[in-house]
């Protein structure tokens, strides 16, 4: 043990990174679902877009207005998710890295 490092029982270190990185797992899935619910918009307007030879746009107006307004409403909230998941990815990053400087012993099985 080096001079500097505190006093912590092995497991309560193994524990700590464990914690994080299922902090960071969670961050990701929340990624997942930010991306997914960003790419419904854009295939629902591929889907319009590729039929709109069928229909009038004059004529389902009434249809597109509020369609498009939810799209949007998607696309806001995929990226919010996206970006959140992000900053927290970042956070627990600098939180592994910061255990790994303070605890050589578990530097050398954390990547």
Same mark, same amino acid.
């Given at each position: 043990?080096? $001079?500097?490092e505190p006093e912590c029982p092995d497991p309560i270190i193994i524990n700590e990174a464990q914690l ?20 419904? $918009? ?23 207005? $509020? ?45």
């Amino acid at each position: 043990m080096q $001079p500097n490092e505190p006093e912590c029982p092995d497991p309560i270190i193994i524990n700590e990174a464990q914690l994080i990185l299922a902090e960071k797992r969670t961050s990701l899935a929340a990624m997942r679902t930010g991306i997914a619910v960003f790419a419904l $918009p854009m295939s629902v307007l591929s889907l319009l877009i590729v039929t709109s030879k069928f229909y009038n746009v004059v004529h389902v107006i009434h249809f597109i207005v $509020p369609l498009v307004l939810l799209n949007l409403g998607l696309v806001a909230l995929g990226s919010y998710l996206v970006i959140r998941a992000v900053i927290h990815i970042r956070h627990y990053d600098r939180l592994m890295k910061s255990l790994k400087s303070k605890h050589s012993k578990v530097a050398e099985f954390i990547d």
